[in-house]
């Protein structure tokens, strides 16, 4: 069974910074992509970032410059470090994993099939 979990979220003030960590494991694919969503009350779950077995990363517009995603591989451990945080960048950060992700599909949450139970990140002064 593939299990997936996220940890990293916490409380920060608007400027700050965090470090979302996600760890998959048990029956990786070696063509897995692992993205990082994202859900608040009242709100679908958007995409925010995602890295393919490749090495290529996609952002949503809103983070774009300030989030980086990246991935251990070896580890199947994939990172967001989220910068210049704002107020609208509080939700529950979701991790997830999926196989065969392509790129018309990236940012569709029903292309990833394992998913974290979510992290807190709250944004406020």
């Known amino acids: 069974q593939v299990h997936v979990a996220e940890s990293g979220g916490g409380l920060v003030q608007p400027g700050a910074s965090l470090r979302l960590s996600c760890l998959a494991s048990g029956g990786i694919s070696s063509n897995s992509a692992m993205a990082w969503f994202r859900e608040s009350p009242g709100k679908d779950r958007d995409f925010v970032a995602a890295?393919?077995?490749?090495?290529?990363?996609h952002y949503a517009d809103s983070v774009r410059g300030r989030f980086t995603i990246s991935k251990d591989g070896a580890k199947n451990t994939v990172t967001l470090a989220m910068n210049n945080l704002k107020p609208e960048d509080s939700a529950v950060y979701f991790c997830?994993?999926?196989?065969?992700?392509?790129?018309?599909?990236?940012?569709?949450?029903?292309?990833?099939?394992?998913w974290g139970r979510g992290t807190q990140v709250a944004v406020s002064s």
């Open positions: 997830a994993v999926g196989s065969g992700v392509i790129l018309s599909s990236v940012r569709d949450r029903f292309s990833y099939s394992y």
């Open positions: 890295i393919r077995r490749n090495g290529d990363q």
